[in-house]
C-alpha cells in the first residue's frame, strides 16, 4: 500500500487548522463557567453556602439572646441522599412554630459529593429556623471533610445561646483521615460556664467506630464533665443509653422514619419527645 504524503503546502494548512481549533477550544473553556464537570469530588462550593453553621448561629443567638429562659429546638439526623424525606421534616419542623432552630446530626451526604453537599445547603437555606449541620461518618469520603469545612464551618465548634452552651463535635474515626480531637473536647468543656452544655456528635457509643480506646476516653470525658446531654445520629433510629458517669445520651431518627427529636430547655428540667409526621 503506498503511504498517502500531503504536500508541504497542505501539511501545513492542517497543523493550521488543528491549532485554530485548540485555540478556539481553550478560549471557550476560559470563557465559559464550569462548562465540564472533570471530578465528582471537587471542593468547589458556591460563594453563597460558605460559612452556613456561622451564620445560622448568628440568626439563633439574635432570637433566643443571652438569658436562660425556655426553648424548643428539633435533631434528625442521617439524611444521605433522601433529601425529599428531609424536606417534609424540615417543613414540619418550620410550620409547627415551636422549634426555634434545628440541628441535622450529621451524613449530609452518602458519598460526599460536592453536588450532594449542594443540594442539601440549597434545601436547608429555604428553611425559616436555623439549621446547624454536623459532620458524619459518610461526609468524611473523599473530598467530604474540606467541602464540609469550606461549606459549614468547623468541625469542633462552641457557641452560646439562651444561656446555655452547645458544642458541635466531630468523632468520626474509620473515614476521617485526621484523629479525632478529644483535647479539644476536654479543653472546651474545661472552660468554665455558668449553666447547662449539651454537645452534638454523629456517632454514638455502641458504634463499631468507638471500640476500645476511643470510647474509653469519650466515656471518661463525658465522666468528667456530666454536659447535661449527648444527641446523636448514625443509628437512624431513635435510642437513649447512659455514659458510665450517668451523662444520656440520645440518638435521632433519620427522614425516612418520618419523625424527628423535639427538645425543649427549662430552667429547672430537659424534656424530650418523638415527634411523628402524618
Known amino acids: 500500500m503506498q503511504e498517502l504524503k500531503l504536500k508541504p503546502s497542505l501539511a501545513l494548512r492542517a497543523r493550521s487548522i488543528r491549532a485554530v481549533i485548540l485555540v478556539g477550544l481553550l478560549s471557550c473553556l476560559s470563557a465559559c463557567e464550569d462548562v465540564f464537570v472533570m471530578n ?61 432552630f434545628i440541628v441535622v446530626a450529621g451524613d449530609l451526604t452518602d458519598q460526599a459529593l460536592t453536588h450532594e453537599f449542594t443540594w442539601y445547603a440549597r434545601m436547608v437555606v429555604e428553611s425559616s429556623k436555623p439549621v446547624i449541620s454536623l459532620i458524619g461518618n459518610h461526609d468524611h469520603l473523599a ?63 455502641s458504634d463499631v467506630q468507638l471500640e476500645g480506646p476511643p470510647l474509653a476516653t469519650l466515656d471518661a470525658i463525658m465522666d468528667q464533665y456530666r454536659p447535661a446531654g449527648v444527641f446523636m445520629g448514625n443509628m437512624h433510629v431513635y435510642a437513649q443509653g447512659l455514659f458510665s458517669g450517668g451523662t444520656t445520651w440520645t440518638t435521632a431518627p433519620w427522614p425516612p422514619r418520618r419523625e424527628y427529636l423535639r427538645v425543649t430547655i427549662r430552667p429547672d428540667t430537659i424534656l424530650h419527645e418523638r415527634v411523628f409526621l402524618p
Open 40 to 100: 465528582p469530588w471537587e471542593v468547589d462550593v458556591p460563594e453563597d453556602l460558605r460559612d452556613m453553621n456561622a451564620a445560622a448561629i448568628s440568626d439563633l443567638q439574635a432570637d433566643l439572646g443571652s438569658q436562660v429562659g425556655t426553648f424548643t429546638f428539633a435533631v434528625v439526623s442521617d439524611p444521605h441522599f433522601y433529601y425529599d424525606d428531609l424536606n417534609d421534616v424540615l417543613e414540619h419542623i418550620n410550620a409547627d412554630g415551636l422549634s426555634r
Open 143 to 205: 473530598n467530604g471533610r474540606f467541602i464540609y469545612e469550606r461549606m459549614f464551618g468547623p468541625r469542633n465548634h462552641v457557641f452560646h445561646a439562651g444561656g446555655v452552651r452547645f458544642m458541635l463535635f466531630d468523632n468520626v474515626e474509620f473515614e476521617s483521615e485526621v484523629p479525632v480531637d478529644h483535647a479539644w473536647l476536654r479543653h472546651a468543656l474545661n472552660e468554665p460556664f455558668d449553666g447547662r452544655t449539651f454537645v452534638f456528635m454523629h456517632l454514638q457509643p
